[in-house]
């Protein structure tokens, strides 16, 4: 081994370390629960007074102009007034239905359930928490890495019209990953109602329809009794496998109008169905192919909605002793677990004589460019039980041998138990044998990873591998979560990085559709932060500069999380893009940056982020900084709050 690469080793989890037992835990619980974090960073605290912790603050503001707040603006309520409102009925629906975030970005055509929200369901027991965000983008983002983290949806209330329209791509991100979005969206259905010109810019008879082909389910429910069944059945939808963003366009006269308590319909509970499980005789056959396999193969993609789904799926693998290959859609299995293929995949399922698909979006490409012929193809996948037209997320047609229109995670506990029945206990030390196998070839694929990584450890731009490397140093002994799905790093972190639990990784943005991470990432820390947990991202510059304003959100909800600003000066992936059309046609590689860098002017993301009130380091330039750099913005989130740190690192 080289000598970066055997210090590679040590940063990387070779060496035989004790993780050291600091804990966080008190500290960043105190943030979840919304304690004062007195103690800021020097940077912070000398670019202004330091902030106290989030709470509401009344600040006295001039009277609005009419054309913005509209004529007839309702008398204020005398102290002590009793008088309820639809809205304030739609907040307890959703708060008895588990709803206890909301992220917005205000408009007035959700005022009723806005202000219901800030007076009453953030004032009464259990809590709940409006999160303030500069973009409905960055909203819906925040909901999507918040539901992956958390396990469970949240809410996201939107301005009609411009304010969908902002979502929409981020909808279409929480479409394509599969994850539970509860979307509310104001409607200023009556025209006579429509008091000012912007009212009436802002108003659209079936918003809904702008998503309706990538939302699992829209209503616009016109009464207080049908917002209770409707918000039940979204939710209901919502978390049903294939789990998707769901939709209501709430009525501004329904939330604005007041409500008689004696006339408020009964609360109504969440009722989920268990997930469809594929069919007996199905799973028995497959689990008759899998247990005569020589050289089985699972592939999982979106399987682990929980943390059952990889428990499941080690149960399985472990049972068959069979090669894994992740597609990385969610944390479905242990990066350093010996039958982890993922590095090796090539030869696992070009040797591969059954191979199970779990959850994939995408069997064709595997199916035609990494299979033998032969080889058996095996399906399990929700996505064959609900798919729409229109948008084309559901990838080309695979012809497979057996398919389960089932829930793959809630299929395993069955397939395992007839595996189990039907292992040859004869052929024991077969599966033992092959075991061994594949755990050497994991083995011999770490040591690879290690010694790649450290090829170019001293160079400008720094290595992806080397900031992978050295974050990882600093954040293994503790209870890391990586948010990010380092596509774009070379994956150096599932190659190198040892991720055991199911929630130190949520998989990607679903559509690639880029201004994700920022706002997921600052959402899932959210969900992190209650347990203590040290969350990071590593994301693009061409990535942020979509969604800054996510920044603000962390600084403000005082979110822990360190952002790593893999700053390559622009949009690379589209850089080859052209240079390879260039080159294609014979034109020459030097005009491909056109259009694709962003280096005049080079952008300052410490500077952007401190200007958004989150610690930041760099630009980082020297490798030999690198380490000094993480420290000090580690110790920062160590504290409960944001850091960025932006390293000047080679494109990929
Ligand atoms: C909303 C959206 N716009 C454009 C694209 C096309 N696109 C794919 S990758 C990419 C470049 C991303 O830049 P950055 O995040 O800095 O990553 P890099 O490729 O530079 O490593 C772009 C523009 C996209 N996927 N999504």
Request: net charge negative; aromatic share 6%.
């Amino acid at each position: 081994m080289s000598e970066p690469a055997k210090s590679l080793a040590n940063l990387t989890g070779a060496a035989d370390r004790q993780a050291e037992g600091l804990s966080r835990r008190t500290i960043l619980n105190g943030v979840a629960a919304g304690t004062t974090v007195a103690c800021l960073a020097p940077s912070i605290s000398a670019a202004g007074p330091v902030r106290e912790a989030h709470k509401p603050v009344s600040v006295p503001l001039p009277p609005s102009r009419e054309s913005e707040c509209g004529p007839s603006r309702p008398a204020p309520p005398k102290r002590g007034n009793q008088q309820r409102y639809g809205s304030d009925y739609m907040i307890d629906v959703m708060r008895n239905l588990g709803i206890r975030v909301i992220a917005a970005n205000p408009g007035t055509t959700f005022k009723g359930l806005h202000e219901s929200l800030v007076n009453h369901g953030m004032t009464t027991e259990p809590a709940m928490d409006l999160v303030t965000v500069t973009h409905e983008e960055i909203s819906v983002a925040f909901a999507h890495g918040y539901a992956k983290a958390a396990g469970e949806p949240m809410g996201v209330f939107l301005h009609s019209a411009v304010g969908l329209q902002h979502a929409a791509m981020a909808i279409y991100n929480a479409w394509c990953d599969r994850v539970p979005v509860f979307c509310v969206v104001g409607a200023k259905l009556d025209s006579a109602r429509r008091g000012y010109p912007v009212e009436w810019l802002h108003s659209v008879n079936d918003g809904a329809a702008l998503v309706r082909d990538f939302t699992k389910w829209d209503d616009q429910p016109a009464s207080l009794v049908n917002f209770a069944e409707s918000a039940a059945r979204a939710l209901r939808f919502a978390q049903t496998p294939p789990h998707g963003p769901v939709l209501l366009a709430v009525p501004a006269t329904l939330q604005e109008d007041p409500a008689e308590p004696q006339a408020m319909p009964p609360l109504p509970t969440l009722s989920l169905p268990r997930s469809p499980a594929g069919d007996p005789e199905g799973v028995e056959r497959m689990a008759t192919m899998l247990a005569q396999a020589g050289s089985p193969v699972l592939i999982a993609d979106r399987l682990a909605r929980s943390p059952k789904g990889m428990e499941r799926l080690v149960r399985l693998a472990e049972l068959l002793q069979a090669s894994v290959v992740d597609l990385g859609g969610r944390m479905n299995f242990p990066w350093r677990h010996p039958l982890n293929q993922t590095a090796n995949q090539d030869v696992a399922l070009g040797e591969a004589d059954v191979v199970l698909g779990l959850e994939l979006t995408d069997f064709w490409a595997i199916s035609t460019h990494q299979l033998a012929a032969s080889a058996k193809r095996l399906s399990i996948t929700s996505l064959d039980l609900f798919m729409k037209a229109n948008y084309q997320d559901f990838q080309r047609y695979t012809p497979v041998d057996l398919a389960l229109a089932a829930d793959a995670e809630d299929t395993l506990p069955a397939l395992i138990e007839a595996v189990e029945r039907q292992l040859d206990p004869k052929q024991a030390d077969r599966r033992r044998q092959r075991g061994e196998r594949l755990a050497e070839a994991h083995r011999e694929a770490l040591d690879r990873a290690r010694e790649a990584a450290a090829i170019g450890w001293d160079n400008e731009p720094i290595t992806t591998g080397r900031l992978c490397a050295e974050l990882y140093d600093q954040i293994r002994a503790e209870d890391w979560c990586l948010l990010s799905s380092a596509i774009f790093q070379q994956f150096w972190p599932q190659q190198l990085w040892d991720a055991r639990h199911h929630y130190q990784y949520i998989g990607d943005s679903g559509a690639y559709g880029l201004g994700y991470l920022p706002g997921a990432s600052v959402g899932a820390a959210y969900a992190h932060a209650r347990h203590g947990r040290l969350a990071v991202a590593i994301g693009g510059d061409g990535d942020l500069m979509y969604a800054p304003g996510a920044l603000w959100t962390a600084a403000h909800h005082r979110i822990p999380l360190l952002y790593v600003v893999h700053n390559n000066g622009g949009y690379h992936q589209e850089t080859m893009v052209i240079q390879w059309l260039a080159a294609l046609r014979e034109r020459g590689l030097n005009r491909g940056q056109v259009g694709n860098v962003l280096l005049d002017p080079l952008i300052d993301f410490a500077l952007l982020a401190r200007s958004l009130g989150v610690h930041a380091e760099g630009p980082v330039k020297k490798p030999g900084d690198l380490k000094e750099a993480i420290a000090r913005a580690l110790a920062v989130v160590r504290k409960g709050l944001p850091a960025l740190i932006d390293v000047h690192a080679e494109a990929r």
